[in-house]
């Protein structure tokens, strides 16, 4: 289980700093409180977990807690029998529960359909409290994880992870960490070069095993043959700014359950048909 670190302001939004308005603070505790008291298992996750590992406070109108798929109905219901208004928003990764202008996302995976969640989540979740009630929060690997594919147009989460390894590079659970990557490893590479550009002074946060060891990967690839990996990633990365490379050039999507993906084919043209009203 990774440490949360010396150094790291212990603030979190509704807990301490700037106040949470009282209506929304209210109506997050009456969540937390529906979902435990259903005996559903959950970990809080998003601003609240963000605050706890870096310090920095982003008060948003949602509240964000990961629980595994098969608890994603009933959480859903134990918050519509709590008053709100419940749905299936994409049916592969994200639930939600509205009231009035404020509400809970229920995640169990994330949109490109990678990071699931699993019983590793909890096994290394840190507890805490938030809004006052003891809750466990997500890990900060599987964080940086799920953020690390975040490369949209619009919304980059490059700075966030960059603040992840600002604080706490030196207490993560590196090995496991390379595992959630898996052969998606360039991409956790490109963050730590990233981060290393950013904080020069501090790239050595970053074990230096996890540097040579990434960056041997890549150097052996320079001269390797051609191998029959999948020739084309980008829709993990990015869900809109790919699409010509599927839709014009061929490039068959990585998403797909036939390509070794998570998604069905109608998960992915949902989630892309949802490009619209995000934008």
């Not at 409180?33 to 298992?41: R, S």
Request: hydrophobic content about 45%; glycine content about 8%; some cysteine.
């Amino acid at each position: 289980m990774s440490a949360i670190p010396n150094g790291a302001d212990n603030s979190i939004p509704g807990r301490a700093g700037r106040a949470l308005p009282p209506e929304m603070a209210a109506f997050y505790r009456s969540m937390i409180v529906a979902l435990q008291a259903a005996g559903i298992p959950f970990l809080v996750g998003g601003a609240y977990a963000f605050a706890r590992y870096t310090g920095i406070e982003r008060h948003t109108k949602d509240f964000d807690v990961f629980v595994r798929e098969e608890d994603a109905g009933r959480a859903l219901e134990s918050l519509a029998l709590a008053g709100c208004r419940t749905e299936r928003t994409f049916p592969h990764w994200l639930g939600k529960a509205y009231c009035g202008e404020d509400f809970i996302d229920v995640i169990f995976s994330s949109g490109n359909g990678l990071a699931a969640v699993d019983d590793a989540w909890f096994a290394h979740a840190i507890a805490d409290e938030v809004l006052d009630l003891p809750v466990r929060l997500i890990p900060p690997e599987e964080m940086l994880w799920s953020k690390a594919f975040v490369m949209e147009r619009e919304r980059y989460d490059g700075a966030d992870i960059n603040h992840l390894l600002r604080a706490m590079a030196a207490g993560l659970d590196w090995a496991r960490l390379l595992e959630r990557f898996g052969e998606h490893w360039r991409v956790l590479l490109s963050h730590l070069i990233l981060f290393g550009y950013v904080y020069p002074a501090e790239a050595r946060t970053v074990p230096g095993w996890v540097m040579r060891e990434l960056l041997g990967r890549a150097a052996a690839e320079i001269d390797a043959p051609a191998t029959a990996e999948p020739a084309f990633r980008g829709s993990f990365i990015s869900r809109e700014q790919y699409l010509p490379d599927i839709e014009a050039w061929g490039y068959h999507d990585p998403r797909l359950l036939a390509n070794g993906g998570a998604m069905t084919r109608g998960e992915v043209r949902e989630w892309t048909e949802a490009i619209a009203d995000d934008h």
